[in-house]
């Protein structure tokens, strides 16, 4: 038959297993069944499905006493050119089981080749923003309940202190009390102004998060009305709504990942649910609680999730990181040190707290400033 | 302003909060305005923001001397109407922090009226498929690898023994060595052939788990060919692409929910995951895997899900627990007593284990044909 040769690619999903010594092996080889024939497989008679369509163990490593890492791999026709496939393999069934985290994953090339990925990545972002030797400074408008023209000037202020990326909060949807175009049109239009009257190359990025013909639609009003980005939340919207915006042409918009509904809970490393899989998925900047903020992800785990973002995968473009969830201007050189230049630092309250807003955003600029 | 009015109806989001007493109350409030203005509340000025917009902590209960309950709730309207609004509301940034897991959430009636949730629910699935005072018997075609004619005939064997709904494998898609057109084609017309012959009235659902219009355009194919239900991983798709094919009234067939990639790692209730969501997303049944087989549910998590999937929710029609994961004959009796008629007991590779495939599949009608 035909269909049975295969092109001898192969993808390989790393996982870490929870459990005694004496036991890894076992869980590595039920591990390879689970996600692709899902059968005992004393029941499989087929010669070519035993060796050629059940997953490969190619090696297991004690981490720690009871901590082993396995490396799988899978013909790359499992994956059957689609995304929703690919993640099924990777982890679908196996999501569901206590003591097993899925912590990296590789694609051959031609797997890798039917994804996009990022259209700009970190050099085109840099181009089309104008930021060479710096992070890019981010922030959100917001609380949900202000109208459009309140959030518009709050825009404004934003982008004439320097702001490089003024965001949608990603609570703000197309509530009643202030409608999505209302908005849009609003906050576009005065950063417009500011760029135009101040020389700033500020850029807003509206949420579209919505279902996923929505979220095409508010994503086509967004950049007619002059929306420079998008931001969307694949936790809530599904990894290929994602995939729909970045990879549409007429579209053609940087797509920031917002990681809302994507609770980690040690099912994942952070490099490939908060790294990998926007990236995968085509967003040019992943969003994610840094270090040391109201949320707990250690320094550790956000050094993990920037390596998924930016260090070589398969030829797709890096995925700008973007840290955020409580970065104050104190806290802005320590970030800076400890993410570099290759980054975007996500500040939220703490520009409204220290008097006029475009003053401290200049601050933050002065503080971020190549030395 | 006109959209400052507000409908009055409120939505209530249940947490558990994992840490000390003296900090339940404080973890509440950071909740509240977490899930809805995610601003330090001293920086909102309006006072209709503080009152109408920030979430309100209804109450906290101790469950245990470090673990709290909490109810939030939010005006309908921060929802706008939208799905991914809404779970975004009840868990977005939330879902991100490892102590707090959402347990349950109750939507008022104009809320609940935006969703038209199942189609068909228990009643319309037991007389959609003629079964009345037993569990519906559910299976699967596999492994994957088989070409189209041998699934074909698996699901024959199936049909012929009484099984009332035959699914594909959740990892069947649309692999070069078994196209989703030429199985869907052809597994249907097997399994009409039966129905015709033999006078069984079995139904076949192929899983058009995929891209948002990938998975639409299979939905109809699959309607088209005969099948008469489908299966959709949510988790891979996205919640809204199971919404959009439940709402389609062109389709208009039962829809299955597979749980792969929808890892819960206690941060939801079983409830809520597996059950309240996707029922809001209009799942006509909901497969997870049952206690005591190869993955680790307890018995106490199946039925708080099945509470979630069959107890009264805002109006919304029920959703079928199909319960599986490892179930075979030998526990066939034990899984009736615990989950009862209303339900379906999806038995997989077990069916293959015991000769001649129709008598077993008989044996298991006779297991749990009502006394």
Redesign the interface.
């Known amino acids: ?1 035909m ?2 040769r ?1 092109c001898g690619e192969r993808f390989v999903a790393t996982y870490l297993i929870e459990g005694p010594a004496d036991e890894a092996a076992a869980w590595a080889s ?1 591990i390879a069944v689970e ?6 497989t004393q ?2 008679e ?1 010669a ?2 035993r060796e ?2 059940i997953g490969r163990v190619e090696g297991i490593a004690s981490v720690a006493p009871a901590l082993h890492q396995a490396r799988i791999s899978f013909a790359s ?2 994956a ?6 690919l ?3 990777l ?3 196996t ?5 097993v985290r899925l912590v990296d994953f590789e694609l051959p090339p031609v797997l890798a080749g039917t994804f996009r990925g990022p259209r700009f990545g970190l050099p085109g972002l840099r181009d089309r923003l104008g930021v060479h030797d710096r992070p890019f400074l981010v922030t959100a408008i ?6 459009p023209e309140a959030l518009a000037e709050l825009a404004a202020q934003f982008a004439r202190g320097g702001i490089d990326i003024v965001k949608d ?3 703000l ?7 999505f175009s209302d908005r849009v049109v609003a906050v576009a239009r005065a950063v417009e102004q500011v760029n135009r009257e101040a020389g700033t190359a500020c850029v807003y990025a509206p949420n579209v ?6 979220a095409h639609k508010r994503a086509r009003l967004a950049k007619s009305a002059g929306a420079g980005a998008l931001l969307l ?1 694949p ?7 994602l ?2 915006l970045a990879d549409d042409d007429d579209l053609a918009l940087p797509i920031i990942c917002h ?10 490393s952070h490099r490939v649910l908060y790294g990998r899989l926007p990236r995968l998925a085509g967003a040019d900047a992943t969003i994610f ?1 840094s270090y040391g903020g ?4 250690t320094a550790e785990e956000c050094r993990d999730l920037c390596a998924g973002a930016l260090e070589p995968m398969a030829g797709l473009r890096s995925c700008v990181p973007l840290p955020a969830g409580g970065i104050t201007l104190e806290r802005l050189p320590g970030q800076l040190a400890f993410y570099g230049a290759d980054t975007g630092l996500l500040i ?2 703490d520009l ?2 220290h008097g006029d807003v475009a003053s401290t955003c200049r601050r933050c600029r002065d503080l971020i400033a190549p030395v």
Chains 1, 2 share one sequence.
């Not at 998060?209 to 929505?214: F, G, Q, S």
Request: one cysteine or more.
């Open positions: 038959m269909g049975r295969l039920k996600q692709s024939v899902e059968l005992p029941l499989i087929d070519w499905i050629e369509i026709e499992l059957g050119g689609e995304l929703t496939q993640l099924n393999v982890f679908g069934n999501s569901l089981k206590p003591n917001k609380p949900m309940g202000l109208p909060d990603h609570g949807a197309d509530q009643p009390f202030c409608r998060t919505a279902a996923p013909l929505v939340s936790g809530l919207a599904g990894w290929d709504t995939r729909m990681p809302a509904f994507l609770a980690i809970r040690g099912a994942y609680p109201r949320f707990a992800f939220g309250g409204l707290f």
